[in-house]
């Protein structure tokens, strides 16, 4: 890439960081830092790959942090790729219970009215079409698929959501042994925020009451079945049993007549967001 094509990629990173990715300004208010970034890399192409590590980096020692983190869940599908370009990376795949992850997908539309601020109208229509339980429990499917072939992998680390909440220090330190980083109690002591479900909060602290929250209510038992159906042995393996559900022939038949027309929708909506959509669609739904 030449310098101003980097800087070009080097500004984008700098203001999704620093704007959300929803709500991107302008790039060019980022070009002296991202020039900065170009510069910094030495004795190195300046390619793509390149150039988000020394991003990663570059925004990690700003923050007086020496190990970058990048916290995106669809990177799991390409976790061989990212073995493979970053020698030195770690990965940390955090499972969770399929049920509670439906749940949070088809309340995710909410999020603008939970205290997501930076949370555009159009991406909670986004979000709000693209929930249909099938599709979502198939990208479950998909994404857990994707790690399984890596669970002997001396980078990569696989964790229970539920385990880190109703046993935190243990899966802590795991994580920091596996890191090769000291455990401190205060990683413990980290802020709760908001979710799909609930409004953001000062408190802090793990809430281990989350576990349980699917039973709760939110999801019809159609939406379970099919949830169940679809992730099936792979969910059993993890831990998460099933449970009995009385199914509604009506809304089965409207979840399976509506989903060719969700695609549809989903598609449409998600286009810009695809480089390759052959490409995208095997790998999160075949």
């Given at each position: 890439?030449?310098?101003?094509?980097?800087?070009?990629?080097?500004?984008?990173?700098?203001?999704?960081?620093?704007?959300?990715?929803?709500?991107?300004?302008?790039?060019?208010?980022?070009?002296?830092?991202?020039?900065?970034?170009?510069?910094?890399?030495?004795?190195?192409?300046?390619?793509?790959?390149?150039?988000?590590?020394?991003?990663?980096?570059?925004?990690?020692?700003?923050?007086?942090?020496?190990?970058?983190?990048?916290?995106?869940?669809?990177?799991?599908?390409?976790?061989?790729?990212?073995?493979?370009?970053?020698?030195?990376?770690?990965?940390?795949?955090?499972?969770?219970?399929?049920?509670?992850?439906?749940?949070?997908?088809?309340?995710k539309w909410k999020r603008r009215w939970m205290g997501y601020k930076n949370?555009?109208?159009?991406?909670?229509?986004?979000?709000?079409?693209?929930?249909?339980?099938?599709?979502?429990?198939?990208?479950?499917?998909?994404?857990?698929?994707?790690?399984?072939?890596?669970?002997?992998?001396?980078?990569?680390?696989?964790?229970?959501?539920?385990?880190?909440?109703?046993?935190?220090?243990?899966?802590?330190?795991?994580?920091?042994?596996?890191?090769?980083?000291?455990?401190?109690?205060?990683?413990?002591?980290?802020?709760?925020?908001?979710?799909?479900?609930?409004?953001?909060?000062?408190?802090?602290?793990?809430?281990?009451?989350?576990?349980?929250?699917?039973?709760?209510?939110?999801?019809?038992?159609?939406?379970?079945?099919?949830?169940?159906?679809?992730?099936?042995?792979?969910?059993?393996?993890?831990?998460?049993?099933?449970?009995?559900?009385?199914?509604?022939?009506?809304?089965?038949?409207?979840?399976?007549?509506?989903?060719?027309?969700?695609?549809?929708?989903?598609?449409?909506?998600?286009?810009?967001?695809?480089?390759?959509?052959?490409?995208?669609?095997?790998?999160?739904?075949?």
């Amino acid at each position: 890439m030449s310098f101003e094509e980097s800087v070009k990629l080097a500004a984008r990173l700098l203001c999704i960081n620093h704007d959300s990715y929803w709500t991107q300004g302008d790039p060019a208010r980022f070009s002296e830092e991202a020039k900065a970034i170009i510069r910094s890399i030495q004795d190195r192409s300046t390619t793509p790959v390149v150039i988000f590590e020394q991003f990663l980096m570059y925004v990690a020692l700003k923050n007086g942090k020496p190990i970058p983190c990048d916290q995106t869940p669809c990177y799991i599908l390409y976790i061989a790729d990212i073995l493979k370009l970053y020698p030195d990376s770690r990965v940390i795949n955090m499972i969770r219970d399929p049920r509670p992850v439906l749940l949070s997908q088809k309340n995710k539309w909410k999020r603008r009215w939970m205290g997501y601020k930076n949370f555009p109208l159009k991406e909670s229509i986004r979000t709000k079409i693209n929930y249909h339980p099938i599709t979502i429990s198939m990208l479950w499917k998909a994404s857990v698929q994707a790690v399984s072939r890596f669970v002997d992998h001396p980078r990569v680390l696989v964790v229970r959501f539920e385990d880190i909440l109703t046993d935190s220090e243990t899966e802590v330190r795991r994580i920091c042994d596996f890191l090769g980083v000291d455990f401190y109690k205060e990683m413990l002591d980290i802020p709760q925020g908001g979710s799909s479900l609930k409004k953001f909060t000062a408190n802090k602290g793990i809430d281990s009451s989350r576990v349980e929250a699917w039973r709760q209510g939110g999801l019809n038992p159609t939406e379970i079945y099919l949830c169940q159906k679809i992730t099936g042995t792979i969910m059993e393996k993890y831990g998460y049993e099933p449970v009995s559900t009385k199914v509604n022939p009506l809304t089965l038949l409207w979840y399976l007549f509506s989903l060719p027309l969700k695609l549809v929708m989903s598609f449409i909506l998600n286009l810009k967001r695809m480089k390759s959509i052959p490409e995208a669609i095997r790998r999160r739904l075949l």
